[in-house]
């Protein structure tokens, strides 16, 4: 049982560059969110998911697209990337509330 | 909406000594609260959570929580901490609507620096 998969573990991107960030579960998750996590900010929703072709906001959204068309897949798309898109990012999922989240082991994206 | 502050970004504290990390949260409706594990270079994990019940709950490596409503709190303790419990703990909130995808709002971090 794999848990929370994503890829990549790190990246290096230059301004204006776009690409994916993998996420997957085998836990058949009806909920998935992913987060950003800077210094000294704690974890901050971009996008969520309640179930396939379901996905909605988070508090910073701006810069990212999501999809859901599996249950298993939930990519996270950066457009055009940009310095202030450096962080760690964590995919998450959850069958509920009362079970909480888990997590990946993120991917550290730097843009330069 | 739901905030989340944890009064400490750092807490350094000897090996075998008590701990308590702070967590304050405001919310309008009822929510779960969780406090998640982060080692070096690691995801997070989930330490403890209260959803409803008895006030107190416990993790399996010694840490307890306890929930106060009236002080909208969720301070984590241990009365004995061990050099392998350097790590970020984060307290989190749970919007338990299924509209919102149960959302996780999260606190900014305490860092735990135990010292021989």
């Known amino acids: 049982n794999a848990g929370v998969t994503q890829t990549p573990k790190f990246q290096v991107l230059k301004t204006g560059q776009s690409m994916t960030l993998q996420c997957a579960q085998d836990m058949n998750h009806e909920y998935m969110s992913w987060y950003r996590q800077d210094p000294g900010m704690g974890l901050r929703l971009i996008h969520y998911?309640?179930?396939?072709?379901?996905?909605d906001q988070g508090e910073v959204p701006n810069g990212y697209n999501v999809s859901r068309s599996t249950t298993e897949d939930f990519p996270l798309r950066l457009l055009s990337a940009a310095p202030s898109q450096t962080s760690v990012y964590f995919c998450a999922s959850s069958y509920g509330g009362y079970y909480g989240y888990t997590f990946g082991s993120g991917t550290r994206l730097t843009v330069v | 909406a739901q905030s989340v502050t944890q009064l400490d970004s750092q807490v350094p504290v000897f090996e075998e000594a008590p701990v308590e990390l702070r967590c304050n949260y405001s919310s309008s409706v009822s929510v779960y609260l969780f406090w998640y594990v982060q080692y070096p270079n690691q995801g997070l994990q989930l330490l403890l959570k209260y959803l409803s019940g008895s006030t107190l709950v416990e993790s399996i490596n010694g840490f307890e929580a306890e929930f106060n409503k009236s002080q909208t709190s969720f301070h984590l303790r241990k009365p004995s901490v061990h050099i392998s419990d350097t790590a970020e703990y984060f307290c989190a909130v749970s919007d338990p609507g299924k509209a919102a995808g149960n959302k996780l709002t999260f606190g900014g971090g305490t860092r735990v620096l135990v010292k021989p």
């Open positions: 998911s309640v179930g396939a072709g379901i996905t």
